[in-house]
């Protein structure tokens, strides 16, 4: 399904959508000025091909794990997509489940129910070095205090452990490791930029070990914060995609 935009010739972004209520959510509108087609995978909605996706490609999460082939038989076909987007240049996002499938599209590895247990609420995501001047994250991390360090709403349970040979990783927080990395032209957020409080109250009341209460109201507590930091990141994106599509145009 493509959502229509008035004006002329904008970017394509392609968005993968792998559960019904995990979608665009707040980055429907930061992603600005680019043409949204959004293919509904748990519909059953074929996944693109990387020459098919146009300037971009998201990814999005979703309530399987990233090998669970069985309940989303589209999964193959989308870390095809991400290792084959990757490595050709395509600017490419993956959230949640969509950087935990770029991990394991490109020879990392993911835990499904990692120890730790579920990451939920409001998180610190702690910047790495590598992440200033990033063209995507380095906005983001130059929001960060003087701990380096920035809030992100976050709902997993599953996380990356390796990260791919060749990733340069970005950001940590103080549960799971590997908040962000980037390897080719592909980015991998663990937490989720997009999400507002409905969708955070939604996701939270979908499972017994999450605490919803306590979820929005560390979420009202810093909203300024998680909203600045996921518009920042939308925006970068979406620039840089608009950045590498005129780079296409004028070689």
């Known amino acids: 399904m493509t959502l229509p935009l008035s004006g002329g010739p904008r970017p394509v972004v392609t968005v993968i959508q792998?559960?019904?209520?995990?979608?665009?959510?707040?980055?429907?509108?930061?992603?600005?000025?680019?043409?949204?087609?959004i293919v509904a995978a748990f519909a059953?909605?074929?996944?693109?091909?990387?020459?098919?996706?146009?300037?971009?490609?998201?990814?999005?999460?979703?309530?399987?794990?990233?090998?669970?082939?069985?309940?989303?038989?589209?999964?193959?076909?989308?870390?095809?997509?991400?290792?084959?987007?990757?490595?050709?240049?395509?600017?490419?996002?993956?959230?949640?489940?969509?950087?935990?499938?770029?991990?394991?599209?490109?020879g990392g590895r993911v835990q499904v129910a990692a120890p730790p247990g579920r990451e939920s609420g409001i998180v610190d995501v702690r910047w790495r070095p590598e992440a200033a001047g990033d063209a995507v994250v380095g906005a983001v991390a130059a929001l960060a205090d003087e701990r380096y360090r920035t809030p992100q709403p976050?709902?997993?349970?599953?996380?990356?452990?390796?990260?791919?040979?060749?990733?340069?990783?970005?950001?940590?927080?103080?549960?799971?490791?590997?908040?962000?990395?980037?390897?080719?032209?592909?980015?991998?957020?663990?937490?989720?930029p997009e999400a507002g409080a409905d969708t955070l109250r939604a996701w939270a009341d979908g499972y017994d070990d999450v605490d919803t209460d306590a979820v929005l109201t560390?979420?009202?507590?810093?909203?300024?914060?998680?909203?600045?930091?996921?518009?920042?990141?939308a925006e970068s994106f979406a620039a840089h995609v608009r950045a590498v599509a005129s780079e296409t145009v004028s070689a």
């Not at 990233?66 to 993956?94: F, N």
């Not at 997993?156 to 799971?176: E, F, I, Q, T």
């Not at 909203?223 to 990141?233: F, K």
């Open 44 to 106: 059953g909605e074929s996944v693109p091909a990387a020459d098919e996706v146009g300037d971009g490609l998201v990814v999005l999460g979703g309530h399987m794990s990233a090998y669970d082939d069985s309940t989303a038989p589209w999964l193959p076909e989308l870390r095809a997509l991400l290792a084959d987007a990757s490595t050709r240049g395509v600017p490419t996002l993956g959230i949640c489940l969509g950087a935990q499938l770029l991990a394991a599209a490109r």
């Open 154 to 192: 976050s709902m997993h349970a599953d996380a990356v452990v390796d990260l791919p040979r060749g990733a340069v990783w970005l950001a940590s927080s103080a549960m799971y490791p590997y908040q962000a990395f980037r390897i080719g032209s592909a980015w991998g957020v663990q937490f989720h």
């Open 18 to 37: 792998s559960s019904p209520d995990v979608h665009l959510d707040r980055f429907g509108e930061w992603l600005g000025d680019v043409e949204l087609r």
């Open 218 to 233: 560390a979420y009202a507590a810093r909203e300024l914060e998680v909203t600045a930091g996921g518009r920042v990141l």
